[in-house]
């Protein structure tokens, strides 16, 4: 039966600052609809309680597109999968109370994911001429919140090498772009100015950590104390230098996890590298990836633009597959902040 009908999934995403519903029949993306929050950029950062808010007046009329969209009526959805975690508690109790009353209403299954395998699953979704990496492979999550190298053995089966030890990598993004006074989300700004800098120009230095950890914390500092002291001495410091610290801090940064996959590459022999999460749109790292291919001999996957950032279609992925083997959430489930692969 499963085989030879096709699975509708309408997937639900709300672990953050971005409300997003996706159709999918079967691996394939019918619609992926995301609605995104502008009132953080007045505060320099997402703010739980008023993307919590959002999320409740954006849920529905999301949902809603996503089935015009793909033009499916909800009587024909197979199941709905949503994000349980990890994320802000406020943010996911209104993707997860939705879903959950949602299903029970249409008496479908309920599917629970993990955002972050949903990050690295989201290679898996069938895209036209795109290929697929082969188990095993290392992937490297980057993002607001998550900085990991996960070793990747089936679908369901992952184990976390690395993890930063304090700082995310795109925070470090972020707040870099908070001290040179660049809006909020500055990430994107950064690597925005960085492709018209010289990479070389400013030297920062790289945090020492054992393993296949991170930390990203000493290189904030660093980059602070860097700022402060060149603007003492040249108030227009920034101004005149903004492409060049844009194009120096991402090269410090990209060399870094660059580094840390090179070492995750040899310690396990494996030279399959799939990368997800917001930051693997930063045109730095998705270039010093592609270049790795020839210099260690590593076949790299990154995803569309489209699945990098907080979406439903990576969510609706995990959710076919879980369909496929029958794993089910019971109507019981509650989100969770912290959850781990």
Not at 9 to 26: G, Q, V, W
Not at 270 to 297: C, F
Request: with cysteine; net charge neutral.
């Amino acid at each position: 039966m499963i085989d030879s009908e096709p699975i509708y999934i309408l997937a639900i995403e709300s672990s953050c600052d971005d409300t997003s519903a996706a159709i999918l029949c079967n691996d394939k993306v019918l619609s992926n609809v995301v609605a995104t929050q502008k009132i953080h950029e007045e505060y320099g950062g997402v703010v739980p309680e008023l993307a919590s808010r959002a999320h409740q007046q954006n849920i529905v009329p999301v949902v809603h597109r996503a089935l015009t969209r793909a033009n499916i009526d909800k009587k024909q959805l197979s199941a709905i999968a949503f994000t349980r975690g990890p994320g802000l508690m406020g943010s996911l109790l209104v993707g997860t109370s939705f879903s959950k009353s949602l299903a029970l209403g249409l008496n479908i299954p309920l599917i629970e994911v993990n955002h972050m395998q949903a990050h690295i699953l989201a290679h898996f979704i069938n895209e036209e001429n795109a290929e697929i990496p082969q188990f095993p492979f290392l992937a490297m999550t980057i993002s607001g919140g998550h900085t990991q190298i996960v070793l990747v053995k089936d679908y369901f089966n992952m184990e976390i090498l690395g993890e930063t030890l304090d700082d995310a990598v795109g925070e470090a993004f972020d707040k870099s772009a908070k001290l040179l006074g660049l809006p909020y989300p500055g990430g994107p700004l950064v690597d925005k100015y960085a492709q018209l800098g010289d990479p070389r120009k400013f030297k920062f230095p790289k945090p020492k950590v054992d393993g296949l950890n991170f930390s990203f914390s000493g290189l904030k500092t660093s980059i602070l104390y860097f700022i402060q002291k060149e603007v003492k001495n040249n108030p227009n410091f920034i101004t005149e230098n903004l492409n060049d610290i844009c194009a120096s801090i991402q090269f410090t940064i990209v060399e870094i996890l660059i580094g840390k996959l090179k070492k995750a590459a040899k310690q396990t022999g494996i030279k399959t590298i799939a990368i997800g999460g917001g930051v693997s749109a930063n045109s730095g790292i998705r270039r010093a990836l592609k270049s790795s291919e020839k210099d260690y001999g590593w076949n790299t996957f990154i995803p569309k633009f489209e699945y990098c950032t907080d979406n439903a279609a990576m969510i609706g992925i995990v959710g076919y597959l879980k369909y496929k083997d029958g794993v089910f959430a019971e109507p019981s489930i509650l989100a969770k902040a912290r959850y781990s692969i």
